[in-house]
């Protein structure tokens, strides 16, 4: 049984508030008997500069490093605890002269007791669940000082102190290298990517059918939905060829221009440019009945980087189809507002409730023509450096909610494979990027 003696002699039974047995050699006892506690002076904010200046010190309040000011109330190294605020209980080390506000705990240690493996018990207890306080959480020194502790011998603190350093130096490495490996990761994304846009990604074949086929056949279409109504016809259509000077010309309502210059790289000969406008659907409205249950996706629930994966809630149409984008299954969405945009939140629907949904304002929709553009290949576009860096360049808007207007998705140049070499980048894509996936899984 463990017992407590205080100073005027009685004696205490203390099983209960013993949480665990602790090894031959070792005691129990309060944080009292190892240190002190007290707390700062406290410093106008006035007087508490954001930088370092000449002749300042640091200023730690209750979760760290405030700022600097021109005197110092302690010199040496200190475990500072948080006292108030969100916070409280977090573990900071002061070394030098530095000053402490009345936010700062500062620890000071009794002699024989190892400063690094008190410092990790102060961690360990976790101290920020002594707080109390209904609109402030704070600690009360007293209510600190009265914790239990396990204390080793003096040399045993020492030794412990040493390995859990030496084991934080090794975890520390451990994630440091995860961190460079992710980030290999996303570079070796942006480069398949890169090739995939480019023609690099997947062998050509001389037997697939050319893309200037897929083209008048999204003609075609768009013929006919507009002799049903379904869509206008667009006064400023394009068409962009090749000249026999190996040139590329847009042929438009101003006549024909060469654009090699504008165009970003050259690409296969099965292949074709085309304006975003000429060959896709941008922001269509869907027409449904009011209590049809639909897909609702706000941006949360989009991911971010290369995944292209959103997960949605159930609404009825009457719900959502005022005040929000509208999209169908297999329609891309391309987040439009910093930083969503650079974030890479763009997304292939998939699985809609009824092939139908309605989401985020913040987007941009693009829907094809009789399935002669492939969703993961145009999602692969809109995740390349190539359209994200560009995008960055001409955002429109205030800073802080900067976007990506409709008319640069509309003028933007489009690669255009043929279908079948469509499919078989979109195939090596997804073989890659599962591998690549397997890597960063193993690695939590």
Known sequence: MHY??????????????????????WEWARLNYICMMAAGKSKPTAQIMPDPFEGSFPCFGGNGIRGYVDKYNQDGTYSIIGRQGALCGNINVATGKF??????????????????????ILEALHLNKYATGAAQLGLSVANILNVFVPIPSTKEQQHIGRKISEIIEVIESIELQKQKLQRAVLNTKSKILDLAIRGKLVPQAPNDEPASVLLE??????????????????????????????????????????????????????????????????????????????????????????????????????QVKNGFTHFKENDVGIAKITPCFENRKS??????RNGYGAGTTELHILRTYDDTILPQYLLAYIKSNLFIEKGKQNFIGVVGQQRIGRTYIENLYLPIPPLQEQQRIADQIDVIFTQLDAIISSLL
């Open 4 to 25: 407590e003696k205080f100073a005027d002699g009685t004696v205490k039974c203390i099983e209960d508030e013993i949480p665990f047995e602790v090894p031959e050699g």
């Open 99 to 120: 000053y402490a506000t009345e936010h700062a705990v500062v620890t000071t240690l009794f002699s024989d007791i190892d400063f690094n493996w008190s410092n990790y």
């Open 217 to 318: 056949r999204i003609r075609v279409e768009k013929e006919e939905l507009i002799k049903q109504g379904k869509i206008k016809r667009d006064k400023k259509e394009s068409v962009i060829f090749k000249g026999e000077d190996n040139s590329y010309y847009l042929k438009d309502e101003n006549g024909v221009t060469d654009i090699t210059d504008d165009l970003p790289f050259y690409i296969p000969d099965l292949w074709q440019w085309a304006k975003i406008k000429d060959i896709l659907q941008i922001n269509p409205r869907n027409s449904l009945e009011n209590n049809l249950k639909v897909s609702f996706v706000p941006m949360l629930l989009i991911d971010n980087g290369y995944s292209g994966k959103h997960t949605d809630e159930v609404r009825l149409w009457k």
């Open 347 to 352: 997304t292939i629907f998939k699985n809609l």
